[in-house]
């Protein structure tokens, strides 16, 4: 039992002991953390104060910087201020100048009212003076002033535009003359020999002789009855037969190479061969007509229609041979008639038809225009087509859509690139020629060269160039072009000036 309480003892001692222990380890516990408190709360006043004295010394700082900004802006006011005041001291000077001036003014203003007044009386008073001794109205003054200055003006006119005329007409003369001399000088050599010349080869220079004749009689004999020319010249076996008439010189041609292949030349046997040649030629001219209108697609022509349509087969215009030109107007024609509705068997006709008058011979007076329709008309043909051969130069008035369709296509076969003595570089050319002569005219607002270069249509500004100016224009750029370029045949300048009014209804 003894044991027992002893062990009760020692438990209940280890107990207080345990206990006591704990309290005395807690009051440890509690004074180290008091301890660290305390030396966190000190390091914290030391941190404030720091602080405390960074603000302080900041607050200094921006109280001084402010008290500095303040100090300087109120020296920028006091300045600004005295320059106000000083501004304002001198408008307050003008203002008084300007018033004495206003003053001076009203009182000048008040001199000229009254002085203007004093004119407009003595005007009036002037005036109804005047009336009284020309016995006429002011209205009636000026209506004869106006009479009188317009019968001078209209007078000046005439004198200036009759002056101008004969100078024009001295002048055009003149430089006719000089640009035919100039183009026979210049084209004469080339141009005629190709149109008005034919060469024969010979086998020999022998034959030279005998084409010569004794005392030159074959000769003599040959050119009165083929009315052509014999060049008998240096040329080395050749011969060279020249004459304005196409068909004379095919037929000398002919002849004089049958001659040649014969051996027999004497003026007995000359005649002979001349007349066969002429009647060979004949058919042939016959069948050339026949063979045009065949290709053409036009049929029904007199006999002696085709026969001179025949006869352009040897006729030329700078180098296009002019039956081939008729077929292709004639071609030309019929398409177009198609395309657009016309007559194409009228259209066809007409253009087969329209230089008919260029193979007959010089001996008939007029243009080729007017004796191709007088020919045609003898012999009964469609009064359109006649129309259309006679009008497509211009020289009467076109009745017929027809009409219009053979003179495009007689344009566009002749002037086509090719078709003539004109390559397509100097064509181009020409064109563009013609248009920047055109654009170099002030006022110029559009130029278009037109018709293969046969017509220049000029668009003028209406604000710049008004109806005269016009006139002088066209007149000035046609001389220019006749004095500058080289063309065949007219070029026709075209001058339109248009107003147009413009407005919106919004």
Same mark, same amino acid.
């Given at each position: 039992?003894?044991?027992?309480?002893?062990?009760?003892?020692?438990?209940?001692?280890?107990?207080?002991?345990?206990?006591?222990?704990?309290?005395?380890?807690?009051?440890?516990?509690?004074?180290?953390?008091?301890?660290?408190?305390?030396?966190?709360?000190?390091?914290?006043?030391?941190?404030?104060?720091?602080?405390?004295?960074?603000?302080?010394?900041?607050? /200094?700082?921006?109280?001084?910087?402010?008290?500095?900004?303040?100090?300087?802006?109120?020296?920028?006011?006091?300045?600004?201020?005295?320059?106000?005041?000083?501004?304002?001291?001198? /408008?307050?000077?003008?203002?008084?100048?300007?018033?004495?001036?206003?003053?001076?003014?009203?009182?000048?203003?008040?001199?000229?009212?009254?002085?203007?007044?004093?004119?407009?009386?003595?005007?009036?008073?002037?005036?109804?003076?005047?009336? *009284?001794?020309?016995?006429?109205?002011?209205?009636?003054?000026?209506?004869?002033?106006?009479?009188?200055?317009?019968?001078?003006?209209?007078?000046?006119?005439?004198?200036?535009?009759?002056?101008?005329?004969?100078?024009?007409?001295?002048?055009?003369?003149?430089?006719?003359?000089?640009?035919?001399?100039?183009?026979?000088?210049?084209?004469?050599?080339?141009?005629?020999?190709?149109?008005?010349?034919?060469?024969?080869?010979?086998?020999?220079?022998?034959?030279?002789?005998?084409?010569?004749?004794?005392?030159?009689?074959?000769?003599?004999?040959? *050119?009165?009855?083929?009315?052509?020319?014999?060049?008998?010249?240096?040329?080395?076996?050749?011969?060279?037969?020249?004459?304005?008439?196409?068909?004379?010189?095919?037929?000398?041609?002919?002849?004089?190479?049958?001659?040649? @292949?014969?051996?027999?030349?004497?003026?007995?046997?000359?005649?002979?061969?001349?007349?066969?040649?002429?009647?060979?030629?004949?058919?042939?001219?016959?069948?050339?007509?026949?063979?045009?209108?065949?290709?053409?697609?036009?049929?029904?022509?007199?006999?002696?229609?085709?026969?001179?349509?025949?006869?352009?087969?040897?006729?030329?215009?700078?180098?296009?041979?002019?039956?081939?030109?008729?077929?292709?107007?004639?071609?030309?024609?019929?398409? /177009?008639?198609?395309?657009?509705?016309?007559?194409? *068997?009228?259209?066809?006709?007409?253009?087969?038809?329209?230089?008919?008058?260029?193979?007959?011979?010089?001996?008939?007076?007029?243009?080729?225009?007017?004796?191709?329709?007088?020919?045609?008309?003898?012999?009964?043909?469609?009064?359109?087509?006649?129309?259309?051969?006679?009008?497509?130069?211009? *020289?009467?008035?076109?009745? @017929?859509?027809?009409?219009?369709?053979?003179?495009?296509?007689?344009?566009?076969?002749?002037?086509?690139?090719?078709?003539?003595?004109?390559?397509?570089?100097?064509?181009?050319?020409? /064109?563009?020629?013609?248009?920047?002569?055109?654009?170099?005219?002030?006022?110029? @607002?559009?130029?278009?060269?037109?018709?293969?270069?046969?017509?220049?249509?000029?668009?003028?500004?209406?604000?710049?160039?008004?109806?005269?100016? @016009?006139?002088?224009?066209?007149?000035?750029?046609?001389?220019?072009?006749?004095?500058?370029?080289?063309?065949?045949?007219?070029?026709?300048?075209?001058?339109?000036?248009?107003?147009?009014?413009?407005?919106?209804?919004?």
């Amino acid at each position: 039992m003894n044991t027992g309480i002893t062990i009760a003892i020692c438990v209940a001692a280890v107990l207080i002991l345990s206990f006591v222990g704990g309290q005395m380890i807690a009051r440890m516990l509690r004074k180290s953390e008091r301890e660290k408190t305390e030396q966190m709360l000190q390091e914290a006043k030391e941190k404030a104060k720091v602080i405390e004295l960074e603000a302080r010394d900041t607050a /200094l700082k921006i109280k001084q910087d402010s008290e500095s900004e303040i100090s300087r802006r109120r020296n920028e006011l006091s300045h600004e201020d005295e320059r106000l005041q000083k501004r304002r001291a001198e /408008l307050d000077t003008r203002i008084e100048r300007l018033e004495q001036r206003e003053a001076q003014v009203n009182k000048r203003q008040s001199s000229v009212d009254r002085r203007a007044n004093e004119i407009e009386k003595l005007y009036s008073d002037q005036m109804e003076k005047l009336q *009284e001794v020309s016995h006429m109205t002011v209205e009636e003054a000026k209506q004869e002033l106006l009479n009188e200055v317009e019968k001078e003006a209209r007078a000046d006119m005439a004198r200036i535009v009759r002056q101008i005329e004969a100078e024009a007409r001295q002048e055009g003369d003149k430089r006719a003359r000089e640009l035919i001399t100039e183009t026979i000088q210049r084209v004469a050599s080339d141009q005629v020999a190709q149109v008005t010349t034919s060469t024969v080869s010979l086998p020999n220079e022998e034959m030279k002789g005998r084409i010569v004749g004794r005392n030159g009689r074959n000769i003599r004999a040959f *050119e009165q009855a083929a009315g052509v020319d014999v060049i008998v010249d240096d040329t080395p076996e050749a011969v060279t037969i020249s004459c304005f008439d196409p068909t004379r010189r095919e037929i000398a041609r002919r002849s004089l190479e049958r001659l040649i @292949s014969d051996g027999r030349i004497h003026p007995a046997h000359i005649e002979k061969i001349l007349a066969e040649e002429e009647k060979e030629v004949q058919r042939v001219i016959e069948q050339a007509g026949e063979q045009a209108a065949f290709d053409a697609g036009v049929a029904g022509l007199p006999l002696d229609v085709l026969r001179m349509l025949g006869r352009l087969k040897f006729r030329t215009s700078y180098g296009q041979n002019q039956l081939t030109h008729a077929v292709e107007t004639a071609m030309i024609s019929g398409l /177009l008639a198609v395309e657009i509705g016309a007559d194409t *068997e009228v259209a066809k006709a007409a253009g087969l038809l329209h230089d008919i008058g260029k193979a007959m011979d010089h001996n008939t007076e007029g243009t080729h225009a007017v004796i191709g329709a007088e020919f045609c008309r003898r012999y009964r043909v469609n009064p359109a087509v006649i129309n259309a051969i006679e009008s497509h130069h211009h *020289e009467t008035e076109q009745q @017929s859509l027809e009409a219009v369709i053979v003179e495009s296509a007689d344009a566009i076969s002749g002037a086509r690139p090719g078709a003539r003595r004109e390559n397509l570089e100097q064509y181009v050319k020409r /064109l563009r020629a013609l248009e920047e002569m055109a654009h170099s005219y002030k006022g110029v @607002s559009q130029a278009y060269a037109i018709q293969a270069g046969r017509e220049v249509r000029i668009i003028v500004k209406p604000e710049t160039v008004d109806d005269f100016e @016009s006139t002088r224009m066209a007149r000035e750029i046609a001389k220019n072009i006749e004095e500058t370029m080289q063309y065949p045949g007219q070029i026709k300048v075209t001058v339109i000036r248009e107003m147009r009014a413009v407005e919106f209804a919004k």
